[in-house]
């Protein structure tokens, strides 16, 4: 027979266990959810994947399981992504806009300069009616297919970085080529500006930049200096901050609905955790990010008010652009421009008392 120690012991092991996997004693999960993004644990998706994994799991008492599967174990970029999405072999897919504008073409939107003031008046509109309005419209171009469950951050701010010289106004990007995605809207931008669009691999541009294919990107921080770039020649970044960087967080439609209208709160609250994750992560990562540039012999540029107001002039063709090119295109510009005036005016509001 056990001693009364030898009964407590076992007790205190089992009770570990069980904070070690709380659904260890309970029955298999109704549904498990395959969440996918092409990245690395050391990106912000993956911290917000962490959070909505433990959130879901524990709120639905076990009954849903995520699976994560960080990096192209599924599917190895967007549109094959977004395709086993709608096939329903992945459940849960994050991607940028650049991923999916082939899709929706209306979702280059976010990649839109110098709109977004800041952090918070950009977390004040995704969290509001702009994502439900983007939402109904990827539920009907997708045939009810491709649920938008929320709007994220991934890496802060896109900001214009180069090998060459420290840019201070649109002058200095004259003949520059600068690294963008193959999207239409971030090549418009970079020709607006007067430089030379350059659409290269992501894989492909740490070599580009040493062999002088590329000269420039438009990243953030904490991209920059995960994929050591200041090693290859990147050395001056300019924190013009011409867009947020937007993720994108998906669900196929056929496994949100599958789930009873509890679970699918479960879901919906879930996501809510993740985005607040992802706002997070890239504001604290970015700090040690700058300060390692810095000492590495980086060189960092903030733009005065006048500056920035030049930048933004010369960006004005890729609005016009965006308006007659893109379908729906000035109805989602105006939307986004309307949206972040009313953040701009809640926001102003928390000044009052201060005065």
Known sequence: MFSDLAKKTAAAVLGAALLISPFAATQAADFKLRAVANSNENDEDYDGLVVFKDFVESRSNGKIEVELFIGTQLCANGTECMQALEDGSVDIYISTSGGTANMYP??????????????????????????????????????????????????????????????????????????????????????????????????????????????????????????????????????????????????????????????????VDGFNALQQATFASPKRKSIQAYSDFVKGGGNLYVPTPEDKAKFAAAATPVYDWFGKNIKDGQKWLDLLKAEAKKAEEAIAMDYADIK
Do not use: C
């Open 106 to 267: 209306y979702v280059q939107v976010l990649d839109l300069p110098y709109i977004l003031r800041d952090d918070r008046v950009a977390e004040t509109v995704f969290t509001g009616d702009f994502t439900r309005e983007m939402r109904k419209s990827i539920l009907a171009d997708s045939e009810n297919k491709v649920r938008l469950m929320t709007i994220g951050n991934t890496g802060g701010w896109r900001n214009f970085a180069n090998t060459k010289r420290v840019v201070k106004t649109p002058e200095d990007m004259k003949g520059l080529k600068i690294r963008t995605v193959v999207a239409d809207l971030p090549q418009e931008l970079v020709k607006a500006l007067g430089a030379s669009p350059t659409p290269i691999p992501w894989p492909e541009l740490f070599t580009s930049f040493q062999t002088g294919v590329v000269e420039g990107s438009k990243n953030g921080i904490t991209d920059i200096m995960g994929m050591k770039f200041p090693d290859a020649g990147l050395k001056n970044v300019t924190l013009d901050g011409h867009a947020y960087m937007g993720a994108l967080w998906f669900m196929g439609q056929e496994s949100f609905m599958k789930m009873d209208e509890g679970l699918r709160m479960v879901v």
